[in-house]
């Protein structure tokens, strides 16, 4: 796999700010690889998710997407083609009265020509589950429906990476499976570089990597099993870890020998009951 | 201290128009003076209209709501009344702040119930401590503080009532968990401190499990089970069914369960989940 962003030394002050957001970052995301941010409110994640398609641009180092500098206003509408956005509230996001209308705003800003548009709509409000939706009026819909079309909206652009801010923090429990299985599908069936801002643990468990945020650096990073393992360094970090975890951390004190690594509930009965000799 | 019930109660919306709508119907419910009642159901169950009737935002379509013994709806001047009693803390309810200063926002609710100088100061300051915001912080623009700080500040302008009945629809929605956690113990504090009512609504089963004495569970505009989170939690196919799920540590004792390890008592919370498994492992890992 290749890189698809790459962060040298970012550094990112926002304007009329005595102390630095981000401190000086050097990540490489994978193309068609998922990965989940975590950080309590403030740790830089945001900041760091807007540098990704150039809505902000280092005060210092360099931010590459597809090898393009972001900083280089040449490259901005190739940056933002490349990478798409999602942010938290769906009701910020959504333009139009009619749900394909809305899809169709993007491609059409983009010139793309009738026919073309028309073929992705379909396709993208297919993918997210959305289609007999698409002429519906979007005010209508729930939480999970109307972020569902706004990543839809973003599809029908054909990015090769998406990133989520939080896009599941307004969401009931079934709203959000809806969106965290539909980033998933196009991860993984469509090869689409996917980065999921959250505060939701439980969110993180099927990404590939989990980088973890605190005061503008990163100080965790490795996949969901390893950096939820270090349970100290999350309950630092003002985080939890899954109720998985927690509860093979609390045994394993007690002369348990659990791993760490069983994230799902299915391995962590499994686990315990294994221990247990059943 | 204060006494909820509702008799009957529906509510309709835009009757008479194409859009009609029963959203809630037949709900007959007592909420007795001093208990916290977690309030769960799918988006769109009917628990937001429920709770717009407890402080007479809404009118019943038929039935009443009674509080303290006296429906609330009577006259105009119970219902003003009513809304100092019970105080209603919406979702993201920072979007509301609009005040100069913290503290002349924490001061809006409080100045309204015409009390005097001395008073409301003594309310602001009481509500500002049970839910950690800071006297230093009285004199800036709420705006410019942080979410979590903002989310608050909200919560401390309704407590400012002192409101017999505390109802919170989602209030640690959005937060980080830490976030989450310190907002938790400060309705917990309240609770203790004040023998209020609260009623709080939320998605999360987690939060409700560990805090809630009784789970009210709303349905397709009804109420589907009504009991301690102990009696709730142990009918997961019913939670499941109707699109909500069990806190997880639940889940993991019914995997344990599916797997033949039988835990001795009901478990909602992971202390309870790692104390039960402990019991079982005792002699074994000799702890």
């Not at chain 1, 819909?141 to 839809?152: D, F, N, Y």
């Not at chain 2, 500040?153 to 310190?182: F, K, N, S």
């Amino acid at each position: 796999m290749s890189a698809i962003i790459e962060t040298e030394n970012l550094h990112y002050t926002y304007p009329g700010d005595e102390s630095e957001t981000l401190k000086g970052i050097d990540l490489t995301l994978e193309e068609g690889s998922f990965t989940a941010v975590l950080g309590h409110n403030g740790s830089g994640k945001s900041t760091l998710a807007k540098h990704f398609n150039a809505i902000l641009t280092p005060t210092e180092g360099r931010v590459l997407v597809a090898g393009m500098d972001t900083s280089d206003e040449n490259n901005l509408l190739d940056v933002r083609r490349t990478v798409g956005m999602v942010f938290q509230n769906p009701d910020n996001q959504i333009v139009a009265n009619v749900v394909e209308d809305d899809v169709a705003f993007a491609p059409e800003n983009l010139g793309v020509e009738p026919a073309e548009i028309r073929r992705r709509v379909d396709e993208a409000l297919k993918q997210v589950g959305m289609y007999e939706y698409r002429s519906h009026a979007p005010h209508l819909l729930s939480g999970g429906q109307k972020q569902r079309v706004a990543i839809a909206g973003v599809i029908a652009m054909e990015p090769r990476v998406i990133a989520l801010d939080e896009p599941t923090a307004m969401l009931d429990p079934q709203g959000r499976a809806e969106v965290i299985s539909t980033v998933t599908s196009l991860c993984r069936e469509k090869g689409i570089t996917v980065i999921l801002i959250t505060h939701h643990m439980s969110e993180c468990v099927g990404a590939d990597r989990l980088i973890v945020m605190s005061n503008g650096l990163v100080v965790a990073d490795g996949s969901p099993a390893e950096v939820f393992s270090d349970v100290e360094l999350m309950k630092r970090e003002g985080l939890t870890v899954p109720c998985t975890t927690q509860t093979e951390y609390e045994l394993n004190k007690c002369g348990f020998s659990l791993p760490l690594s069983a994230l799902t509930v299915e391995d962590c009965a499994a686990a315990i009951a294994a221990s247990l000799g059943k | 201290m204060s006494e909820i019930k509702a008799e009957g109660l529906r509510h309709v919306y835009s009757v008479g128009t194409p859009f009609e709508k029963v959203a809630i119907d037949n709900i007959n419910v007592l909420i007795p003076h001093g208990q916290l009642v977690g309030i769960i159901g799918h988006t769109g169950s009917g628990k937001s209209t429920f709770i717009q009737h407890l402080n007479g935002l809404l009118k019943p379509t038929a039935g009443k709501v009674c509080c303290d013994g006296q429906d609330i709806n009577a006259s105009k001047q119970i219902t003003h009344d009513v809304r100092f009693k019970v105080g209603l803390v919406f979702q993201y309810p920072e979007y509301q702040l609009f005040e100069e200063t913290v503290y002349k926002d924490i001061a809006f609710g409080p100045k309204n119930m015409k009390l005097s100088e001395g008073e409301i100061d003594q309310h602001v300051r009481e509500a500002a401590r049970f839910v950690g915001v800071d006297e230093e912080l009285f004199e800036r623009s709420p705006l410019e503080l942080s979410g979590g700080q903002k989310r608050r500040i909200a919560i401390a302008g309704v407590i400012a009532m002192r409101p017999g009945v505390l109802i919170l629809d989602e209030p640690t929605a959005g937060l980080d968990p830490e976030g989450c956690a310190q907002i938790l113990q400060n309705i917990c504090d309240y609770r203790r401190e004040t023998g209020s009512t609260v009623i709080l609504v939320s998605h999360s089963m987690d939060d409700v499990a560990r805090i809630a004495d009784r789970l009210i569970v709303f349905s397709g505009g009804g109420i589907f089970m009504d009991g301690t989170p102990q009696e709730v939690f142990s009918r997961p196919d019913e939670l499941t069914d109707i699109g909500l799920s069990v806190p997880e540590p639940t889940a993991i004792a019914m995997a344990l369960h599916r797997r033949g390890v039988e835990l001795g008592s009901a478990v909602y919370t992971t202390e309870q989940l790692v104390s039960a498994v402990k019991a079982l492992g005792k002699g074994a890992s000799g702890c």
